[in-house]
């Protein structure tokens, strides 16, 4: 079955620095995989997705997660971190030919001014 | 973008009372809608795929009784929790699906059973 892994529920990075989520994924065919944004008491965002094209997937808000078979790995980055990036970030893979998606347990991300 | 809503944003009850939520699509129609449960600090669980004009698939462990869902039109899905009790406190978040590859969100429901 269809699943993705994320270390480290609570992220702290400084403002200005390199945020680095990490995502691992197990699938059994070529995997659709996605991050999202969640900010407090609000529904999920999509970031970027990567659906079987360029490796490197370039989001919103300047992030970009690169897509390796080889480390079945999709992590999430953006090379200067900003106060606004404070959220919950999970990672997620489509499941089945319904598009289910199953998540990641979530990685809470504090910018440390 | 496609924009997802929910009604109520946040709603609080008696235990024994239902409560109803509504989950629409605005500018696009959905055959296929999705009903997450997230608790705090948590990720979100899929409970059910909501299906235009046919029966919800629930989850494994989640009651369907007691979880309602009714898929009446291409905009809308509505999720019912029956005789709702303090443990189904919650948020609870729907989804549209945009074909395999992406879903969008509705900003979710905060549910306070007391």
């Known amino acids: 079955a269809q699943s993705v892994t994320q270390l480290g529920s609570h992220v702290s990075v400084s403002e200005g620095a390199l945020v680095l989520l990490r995502c691992n994924y197990s699938?059994?065919?070529?995997?659709?995989l996605f991050w999202y944004v969640q900010y407090p008491n609000q529904g999920l965002q999509l970031l970027l997705k990567?659906?079987?094209?360029?490796?490197l997937v370039k989001g919103i808000n300047g992030f970009e997660a690169e897509f390796k078979k080889s480390e079945t790995s999709f992590h999430l980055t953006k090379p200067s971190a900003h106060m606004s990036d404070a959220a919950e970030y999970f990672c997620a893979v489509s499941v089945g030919g319904n598009n289910r998606l199953a998540f990641g347990k979530g990685n809470q991300v504090v910018v440390i001014p | 973008g496609a924009v997802v809503s929910q009604h109520p944003s946040r709603v609080i009850c008696k235990s024994g009372t239902s409560v109803k939520i509504e989950c629409r699509s605005l500018d696009f129609q959905a055959t296929t809608m999705f009903w997450y449960r997230q608790f705090p600090k948590q990720s979100l669980m899929l409970m059910a795929t909501?299906?235009?004009?046919?029966?919800?698939?629930?989850e494994q462990g989640v009651e369907k009784d007691k979880f309602l869902i009714n898929h009446a039109s291409l905009t809308l899905s509505t999720l019912t929790v029956t005789s709702a009790h303090p443990e189904d406190s919650s948020f609870y978040i729907c989804?549209?699906?945009?074909?395999?590859?992406?879903?969008?969100f509705g900003p979710g429901t905060r549910l306070l059973v007391l």
């Open positions: 699938s059994s065919v070529p995997p659709y």
């Open positions: 989804s549209a699906g945009g074909g395999r590859e992406t879903q969008y």
């Open positions: 909501s299906n235009e004009g046919s029966k919800a698939t629930y």
């Open positions: 990567y659906t079987s094209a360029a490796t």
